[in-house]
T-cell receptor, first 114, second 113 residues
Framework: GDSVTQMEGPVTLSEEAFLTINCTYT??????LFWYVQYPGEGLQLLLK?????DKGSNKGFEATYRKETTSFHLEKGSVQVSDSAVYFC?????????????FGKGTTLSVSS | NAGVTQTPKFQVLKTGQSMTLQCAQD?????MSWYRQDPGMGLRLIHY???????DQGEVPNGYNVSRSTTEDFPLRLLSAAPSQTSVYFC????????????FGQGTRLTVV
């Protein structure tokens, strides 16, 4: 079945450092790909998404590019802030099936210190 | 602009007790789902619904029941709580349009002792 693999955390960075969180997927067909973020004590919220190969999703300085050839959707940010400390989840869904549930990776905890 | 509302936020149960976790959304979304979040496991789908009167099982449905009598509400019932059900539970909703965003509630932290 479909699955998502994320790099293990936690990731600890200093403010203004470059961030990469790796995400690869296994799926039949061409899934839609998402990054969700969970701030402490809160639910998940959508950070960015991409729906077809070579699409780049971006939001709040974060970017991820849908790479079909490597089945990857790595999350990057050029300069992280303390406020970016959170858990990040990579996820996919089948766009050909309405209402399909998201399949999540295990999450990567990011801690940014000043 | 409430979005997805879950109650309660915290709950402690004794083994064998039953309870219902409430979930309501005000966005007229057809699709609603329940996940549990456990350390090192990510989010795993328990049950989902594509509309009123329609429910189906996800990856980890055992020990849980759901119903969908209205578009707005999707309660999750634990019939006889077990320590293995200690987790954080999230309800989510979305439209049935392709590639749309899922909206999550703030979660219910359940401890079964």
């Amino acid at each position: 079945g479909d699955s998502v693999t994320q790099m293990e955390g936690p990731v600890t960075l200093s403010e203004e450092a470059f961030l990469t969180i790796n995400c690869t997927y296994t799926a039949t067909g061409y899934p839609s790909l998402f990054w969700y973020v969970q701030y402490p004590g809160e639910g998940l919220q959508l950070l960015l998404k991409a729906t077809k190969a070579d699409d780049k999703g971006s939001n709040k300085g974060f970017e991820a590019t849908y790479r079909k050839e490597t089945t990857s959707f790595h999350l990057e940010k050029g300069s992280v802030q303390v406020s970016d400390s959170a858990v990040y989840f990579c996820a996919l869904s089948d766009p050909n099936q309405a209402g399909t549930a998201l399949i999540f990776g295990k999450g990567t905890t990011l801690s940014v210190s000043s | 602009n409430a979005g997805v509302t879950q109650t309660p936020k915290f709950q402690v149960l004794k083994t064998g007790q039953s309870m219902t976790l409430q979930c309501a959304q005000d966005m007229n979304h057809e699709y609603m789902s329940w996940y549990r979040q456990d350390p090192g496991m990510g989010l795993r789908l328990i049950h989902y619904s594509v509309g009123a009167g329609i429910t189906d099982q996800g990856e980890v449905p055992n020990g849980y029941n759901v119903s969908r009598s209205t578009t707005e509400d999707f309660p999750l019932r634990l019939l006889s709580a077990a320590p293995s059900q200690t987790s954080v539970y999230f309800c989510a909703s979305s439209s049935l349009l392709r590639n749309t965003e899922a909206f999550f509630g703030q979660g219910t932290r359940l401890t079964v002792v």
